[in-house]
């Protein structure tokens, strides 16, 4: 009785989202394609939800992730263009398959689904979440961060169908952006990502606050090479995706060189403060004429906007204004600044702010951008998973440590190339084999799991397989461990479904004394 009123339950809810959605566009231009893929989407996404919160566990409520995307395209949409490959109307986006508008609020984006989501997601993000206090990273973590995001709300779509779970690395818009947003919400919380990328009271520090919750949790020699690594890896990523962003790095780094060299030099170096100063003041007087001068004003906005790209145009002149007023007080807080440097205390914090700044910019100075990239992804996923261990260890209650069991299986299979997952990282196969036995342990400890064998080494071997299978529920998984000439074999079980088999690892002198299960039985693992 009890399961035909959470059906009934479930169809209300159902209707009620539909009902929703279907409010918000009849006020919106959108034609009935759009309508109804966008109603297409909602109900995928509603029928996967409870596997895909199973398979994750650190995520939103169905409801909280329905809703937002109810809000986004209530708030953020005004028109939405699907249009099909070599198209007339495609020629608009080119060799993309979507163009994303923020200051027309308009989305133009291939007739696929997962694009059409990722779309919504990206056009109700603020383009900095990092404040400009934080050099270089002001940009490139706030696009690391957004970017992941945005791949993160597809994936319930992109990866679940009610039924199982699949993911096709080819459909992920980036296997590293999407590795470390997953690495984040492991560490730091699915909540707290959400707060983050959300938050319009930009005087709220998130940087600051993300730094002290990764040192609380897991020290402060962890947060400070964690921030380290993670902030070279989104200044290299950006540059990847972005090569105008590169050559302005780069241009940066020639200026924060020179003036490195400068410094060596005090006569020379005050000379170069002094022009700088001159510099800005002029700039200053300009902006004062400009906004001052309705003419100028309407010369400077078309020639901002021929030289924008559509996503950055401005929209009007009233907001040229303001934003050349930002502008203005930027430019007066650098010569307070020069003027603060030409003292000796601040001299020496000058330089080591050079020197930190360059060491960012030298990253985008190589031939081999990627080998860079992956060289950061895997010291990244070391001690990623080095933080991840203490938070194991931190886990106490049989709740916990079946949570985490979830969490590194998920962990485990996130795509780390197009080609291959976490687990098969040669590089990270001792880190992960760590997290793995204590997993088995305190899950042996606290009766989550069975005891397959008092030899740890022949547990683990038996047991490892529950961190690299795809079945939504772990706790229905069973083993059955088979002996053909001399060679050991262990069969996985989802429900009555076949699973895997798997030749086990050699092992010297292993003999049925050293199990706790018979050969050729099938058992349940999870208690």
Known sequence: MQKKNDNFLDKIVKKDYNNELEKVLEKKYFDENVKSILLSILYKIEAAYAYYKKVKQNVETKEEFIENIIKNIQENCDEIKLVK?????S??????TFLVEKNKKRIICYQIERKLLYCISKISKKEKIVKDDYFLLNRTLSNLINVGNNINTVEPLRDFNG?????????????????????????VGNQFLNNWINNHE?????????????????????EAEFIGILGQLSVVLEAKFDKKVKEKILKMKQEIEKKLEDIQDNKKFVERITEEKRKLAKEIRRIDETINNKEMLQKEYEKRNKELPLEEKIFSIRILSNLMTEEREGKIEKIEKLNDVLTPKNFVKYKKELNKKEKYLKLVDTNDLQGKIDELKLQLQKLFIECFFIKVEKSESKQEILKRIYEFRYYCLLPYSQETTIWQIQELEEEIEKIGKILLEKAHKLKVIEVFSKNKEIDYQLLKGIFHIRSINLEEISLKLIKEKNKFFIQLFDGKSFEEKI???????????????RLGKKVKIFN
């Open 85 to 89: 490959p070599h198209s007339e109307e």
């Open 91 to 96: 020629e608009i986006i080119g060799d993309r």
């Open 163 to 187: 039924y199982s779970w699949t993911t096709i690395p080819r459909e992920i818009e980036s296997i590293e952006h999407n590795l470390v947003y997953q690495d984040l919400i492991l560490l």
């Open 202 to 222: 930009f005087i709220i520090d998130y940087m600051e606050l993300f730094k002290n919750r990764l040192e609380e949790n897991y020290g402060e020699k962890n």
């Open 503 to 517: 030749e086990m690892e050699v092992i010297e002198n292993i003999n049925k004394k050293d199990l706790e299960i």
